[in-house]
Structures are given as structure tokens and as C-alpha cells.
């Protein structure tokens, strides 16, 4: 079955460039969760995406920016990275909560070095 | 704020061994979920707990929910090596999953 698919799967910027990141969420799910993991830690949420919209936002900082296209993947834009940002970025997938429609999977993250 | 607690952060175990692990929240929420992560991976989805008194059980792990208490338990039954991993709940409030800081399982011969 597919799966949720974020690419690049590595990614090794200089401090101050720009990152762009994508997730392709499971064939019809409509919702698609950011999250940001430092090593060591628990995944800490950045923002939300349900039919193109934001839905909710968490800790992002205002450097990043990310959007839903009409086909539902996402993209997590970073700018003026810094070497804090180095950490696991996942993407997950699901339906809208709603009823037994729940469950989201998670993408196998794209592993962000900044130097 | 939704805050989420787990406990404990940290389990060494013996195989063979039964161990509960705690998820405790803050606010109401009517969706738990229990993931898995090994060193480097993705989350593996383990339960997804919608009602209160849910139970779910897959092999030797069994998860449950108590919406009143604001408490999910994650229950291992005899415990074997292939379960070493960090275990997180996460708690669906306004849009988002919020994560518990994770317990980390290791199981020893």
C-alpha cells in the first residue's frame, strides 16, 4: 500500500540558505500534519493542512512557511536557516478526523543537516 | 495549552517481564494514538483510541483509554527484544496531534 512519501530523505545546507521540503500524503487523504524532531526529542508539532488550508499552527518559526497544493502534497519552506534547525522533519497523512477515520501515518522524514 | 505527559521516560526491562507505560493529558480530546520510533526511523502507528474504556490489543502490546481520568495506558505483556524502541502518545486537540516526550524501552535478556 502506499505510504507517505517526503523527499529528499537528506538534505545539507549552509547556514542562511533556503530548504524546501515535500510530502505526497496517501491517495486521498486530505490532512497533512508538519512536525520538526531534535535528536533525542519528541516530535513537536509546526503546522496543519486540511483541503489547502491551514488548519492549525504550532511552534513554527517565522522563517519557515508551508502550503497544500490542490493535488494535497505539501511543502515546508525554509529560509535563513540556522544550525538549531538541524533536526528530523516528518510529515504525516490522514483523512479529516471525523468518525473512524482517523489514523495518520507518518512519512520517513527527511534528516536536515545545517553547517 | 494541551500538554502531554508520559511516564516513564525510561524502562529497562527483562524479557519476560510485563510493564505499564502512562500517557497523561491535559485537556478533553476524543482521539489517543500510540506510535512506535526506532533509533532514526518514522513513526510506526501502533492504536488509535476514540472512546472511553477503548481497549486495543496487538500481540504483546495492549493500549487503553480513560477520557475521564484523561489517561492512556500502554501495556506490555511479556516482554521480548524486538520491543526495544521509544514509545510516544500523541493527543488530537484543534487540528493537531500533540506529542508525549516518549519512553524509551529497552528489553534485556
Known amino acids: 500500500a502506499a505510504g507517505v512519501i517526503q523527499s529528499p530523505r537528506h538534505l545539507i545546507k549552509e547556514k542562511r540558505e533556503t530548504a524546501t521540503l515535500k510530502c505526497y500524503p496517501i491517495?486521498?487523504?486530505?490532512?497533512v500534519y508538519w512536525y520538526q524532531q531534535g535528536p533525542g526529542q519528541d516530535p513537536q508539532f509546526l503546522i496543519s493542512f486540511y483541503e489547502k488550508m491551514q488548519s492549525d499552527k504550532g511552534s513554527i518559526p517565522d522563517r519557515f512557511s508551508a502550503q497544500q497544493f490542490s493535488d494535497y502534497h505539501s511543502e515546508l519552506n525554509m529560509s535563513s536557516l540556522e544550525l538549531g534547525d538541524s533536526a528530523l522533519y516528518f510529515c504525516?497523512?490522514?483523512?479529516?478526523?471525523?468518525?473512524?477515520?482517523?489514523?495518520?501515518?507518518f512519512g520517513q522524514g527527511t534528516r536536515l543537516t545545517v553547517v | 495549552e494541551l500538554k502531554v505527559e508520559q511516564n516513564p521516560l525510561f524502562l529497562s526491562m527483562q524479557e519476560g517481564k510485563n510493564y505499564t507505560i502512562y500517557c497523561n493529558y491535559s485537556t478533553t480530546s476524543d482521539r489517543l494514538y500510540w506510535y512506535r520510533q526506532d533509533p532514526g526511523k518514522s513513526l510506526e502507528s501502533l492504536f488509535v483510541?476514540?472512546?472511553?474504556?477503548a481497549v486495543k490489543q496487538e500481540g504483546r502490546l495492549m493500549a487503553s483509554l480513560d477520557t475521564k481520568a484523561r489517561l492512556s495506558t500502554l501495556h506490555i505483556t511479556a516482554a521480548v527484544h524486538d520491543l526495544s524502541a521509544t514509545y510516544f502518545c500523541?493527543?488530537?486537540?484543534?487540528?493537531?496531534?500533540?506529542f508525549g516526550a516518549g519512553t524509551r524501552l529497552t528489553v534485556k535478556p
Open positions: 504525516a497523512s490522514s483523512l479529516w478526523p471525523r468518525g473512524q477515520n482517523t489514523e495518520a501515518f
Open positions: 500523541a493527543v488530537y486537540n484543534n487540528n493537531d496531534m500533540r
Open positions: 491517495p486521498r487523504h486530505d490532512t
Open positions: 483510541l476514540l472512546s472511553n474504556g
